[in-house]
């Protein structure tokens, strides 16, 4: 069994940046593939970025901005986010594959673990 505790989201204003952190258990959390996912109002959740056997691989439409990092000793996964929008207001859902498997791609096939979110407010 795995948790996962997302903190760090709040009410920002636009251009403004926010850090995201996931706290994770389990003793192997080097060989997990971690990842951040959001799901707007209305809106249909979305991978934002992955972490995967020394990987990043970002949605496209959010590099540049957003980036994810993971500090392993700390069993922890961050997401940096910088030019904020309004159109980036939602809740921040942090997942883990603990498969061991690889895989390339933003997405959250094979996520088995999830926390339960953090809400980015971004104001104009």
């Known amino acids: 069994q795995v948790q996962l505790v997302e903190s760090g989201g709040g009410l920002v204003q636009a251009g403004g940046s926010l850090r995201l952190s996931c706290a994770a258990s389990?003793?192997?959390?080097?060989?997990?593939?971690m990842g951040w996912f959001r799901q707007a109002p209305g809106k249909e959740r979305e991978c934002v970025a992955v972490?995967?056997?020394?990987?990043?691989y970002s949605a496209d439409s959010l590099k540049g901005r957003f980036t994810i990092l993971r500090v392993n000793p700390a069993n922890t996964v961050y997401l940096q986010m910088n030019s904020l929008t309004p159109e980036d207001t939602a809740v921040y859902y942090c997942?883990?594959?603990?498969?061991?498997?690889?895989?390339?791609?933003?997405?959250?096939?094979?996520?088995?673990?999830w926390g339960k979110g953090t809400l980015v407010t971004v104001s104009s």
């Open positions: 389990g003793r192997a959390f080097s060989s997990y593939r």
């Open positions: 997942a883990a594959d603990t498969s061991g498997y690889l895989r390339a791609r933003c997405d959250d096939y094979g996520m088995d673990y």
């Open positions: 972490s995967s056997g020394g990987g990043i």
